[in-house]
Nanobody, 116 residues
Framework: QVQLVESGGGLVQPGGSLRLSCAAS????????MNWYRQAPGKGRELVAT????????NYGDSMKGRFTISRDNAKNTVYLQMSSLKPEDTAVHYC?????????WGQGTQVTVSS
């Protein structure tokens, strides 16, 4: 059974930081490109960041560049998203996604709320 389990979300003040984690099981994690997406209320799902299977290549959404860092530990089957300089517009449910060939798996999401 494939599981992607996100953790680390919560309430943070503007300018603060959070680190999200996504622990994978049931897949050969090191084969998968891993992504973080987010969905704010009333909006579509937006790509936040992506990291290649070995971790050598990363990409970010335009509004996240310079503030967010995606990383992975293939020995722990875990992908991380370090978020800094958070803004109220970063408030959203954040989802972990894993893709390999025609396989595509999603986590249940973790809420990030940026508010004073």
């Amino acid at each position: 059974q494939v599981q992607l389990v996100e953790s680390g979300g919560g309430l943070v003040q503007p300018g603060g930081s959070l680190r999200l984690s996504c622990a994978a099981s049931g897949i050969t994690f090191s084969r998968y490109t891993m992504n973080w997406y987010r969905q704010a209320p009333g909006k579509g799902r937006e790509l936040v960041a992506t990291i290649s299977s070995a971790g050598g290549s990363t990409n970010y959404g335009d509004s996240m560049k310079g503030r967010f860092t995606i990383s992975r530990d293939n020995a722990k089957n875990t992908v991380y998203l370090q978020m800094s300089s958070l803004k109220p517009e970063d408030t959203a449910v954040h989802y972990c996604n894993g893709r390999f060939q025609n396989l595509n798996f999603w986590g249940q999401g973790t809420q990030v709320t940026v508010s004073s």
